[in-house]
Structures are given as C-alpha cells and as structure tokens.
C-alpha cells in the first residue's frame, strides 16, 4: 500500500505559476511510477503527466507540454508538478497517483491522492 498527499493547490492568475507536490508513505520501498491527473467540474478524469522511478522517463499530455514539469525525489519520497504559464482551462482538481508501472490511464493506477484544487482566473 502506497499513500499519497498532495499539497499547493491555489488560486492564480492566467498566465502565473503554482507547485504542487505529492508525500508518500507506506510501501514506498517499492519502486513506483507517481503520474498526475485532474477532473475538472462535470468532465472526466484527464493524464496529466507521469515520471518514472529513476526520474529518468517522464510524459505530458499535450495540453501541458512545455508548460508543466515533472520531477521526483525518492529520498524524501516525494514528486513535484510545477506548473508555470497556467491557463484558465488548467482549472480542475489535481490528483497524484502511484502504480508499478507508467499508464496514461487513471484506472491503472491503484494508489491515489485526495486531490487539490487548482483555480486559475482570466
């Protein structure tokens, strides 16, 4: 069992920047893909970006590409989502999640954050 708490939601303006960052605890010995999603109001839960174990393989949706970055530290068990130039349609609720390996599919991953909220006004 891995678990997962995520921290930084905020209110920001278009084109301004928030980190959110994701602790994990429990069977964190066990490598572990940490991805990001979000659910926006009425819409489905999108992949928002992905990074491997190592660090060394990351993946973005195209919407965030170039935008947002994804990073992780395995010492502290910890993963990062900096998210700069946000846009209005960024605006949804952010989830991390953790499975054994990378998907872009929400319902392959087991393990899941309690979200936080990410609102950005135009």
């Known amino acids: 069992q891995v678990q997962l708490v995520e921290s930084g939601g905020g209110l920001v303006q278009a084109g301004g920047s928030l980190r959110l960052s994701c602790a994990a605890s429990g069977r964190t010995d066990s490598s572990y893909t940490m991805g990001w999603f979000r659910q926006a109001a009425g819409k489905e839960r999108e992949f928002v970006a992905a990074?491997?174990?190592?660090?060394?393989?990351?993946y973005y949706a195209d919407s965030v590409k170039g935008r947002f970055t994804i990073s992780r530290d395995n010492a502290k068990n910890t993963g990062d989502l900096q998210m700069n130039n946000l846009k209005p349609e960024d605006t949804a609720v952010y989830y991390c999640a953790a499975a054994r390996y990378y998907s872009g599919i929400a319902n392959h991953y087991p393990y899941w954050g309690q979200g936080t909220q990410v609102t950005v006004s135009s």
């Open positions: 990074i491997s174990w190592s660090g060394e393989n990351t």
